[in-house]
Every structure is written in structure tokens, then in C-alpha cells.
């Protein structure tokens, strides 16, 4: 069973910037696309950014290209964030993809998230 824990959620101004890791239990991230969604209150679960296990394609959602940076080595994945915005208040989640290509959807493992909240 594979692990995943998020972590470097917390409370920022607009305009500020925080940074996102994900550790997996186990073996290295080698074997796994990895992608970040996250959920805002009452909404559904969207796709922030994917990075393929050799980390040479990422996909970003257009309302984070361009702040938004992915990043992993062989133990961690990473999100940092830029320029955030209240409306990129939400639980961020890491999840992991036994899929080679780069994908929205069908991840096979999810961290439990963290909270990231921008204020205005």
C-alpha cells in the first residue's frame, strides 16, 4: 500500500507564496506520475498539476500556470506556490499515478491533505 503525506500548508497573504511537499512511504517516487488537486469548501475536487516520474512533461490547470511550479526528486514532490490568491484557499492533495503519461484523472493513491488558506 502506498503512502502519501502532505505537508508546508498554512496561512498566507494574497500575493504571498508557500511550498508544498509530498513524502510516500515505501519505494521512491520513481514508478508514479504524481499529481496535486485541491477542494475548496463546497466544491468539487480539481486538478492543479501533474509531473510524469522522469519529471520532463508537467501539466498545469490554466488557473495556476504560470504561479504554480511542480518539481520532485526521487523521495519528494513539490508545489510551489507564487503569487497566491484567496481563491486558491483549499485542502491540497498529492496523489499518485501508476500511469505513465500525464493525466487529469484515475490516480490510484491520495494523501490525506493539507490546508492552504490565502487571505485577502
Known amino acids: 500500500q502506498v503512502q502519501l503525506v502532505e505537508s508546508g500548508g498554512g496561512l498566507v497573504q494574497a500575493g504571498g507564496s508557500l511550498r508544498l511537499s509530498c513524502a510516500k512511504s515505501?519505494?521512491?517516487?520513481?514508478?508514479?506520475?504524481m499529481g496535486w488537486f485541491r477542494q475548496a469548501p463546497g466544491k468539487e475536487r480539481e486538478f492543479v498539476g501533474a509531473?510524469?516520474?522522469?519529471?520532463?512533461n508537467i501539466d498545469y490547470a490554466d488557473s495556476v500556470k504560470g504561479r504554480f511550479t511542480i518539481s520532485r526528486d526521487s523521495y519528494m514532490v513539490y508545489l510551489q506556490m507564487n503569487s497566491l490568491k484567496p481563491e486558491d484557499t483549499a485542502v491540497y492533495y498529492c496523489?499518485?499515478?501508476?500511469?505513465?503519461?500525464?493525466?487529469?484523472?484515475?490516480?490510484?493513491?491520495w494523501g490525506q491533505g493539507t490546508q492552504v488558506t490565502v487571505s485577502s
Open positions: 496523489a499518485a499515478s501508476r500511469r505513465i503519461d500525464l493525466s487529469r484523472s484515475g490516480y490510484d493513491y
Open positions: 515505501g519505494r521512491t517516487f520513481g514508478t508514479y506520475t
Open positions: 509531473i510524469t516520474r522522469s519529471g520532463g
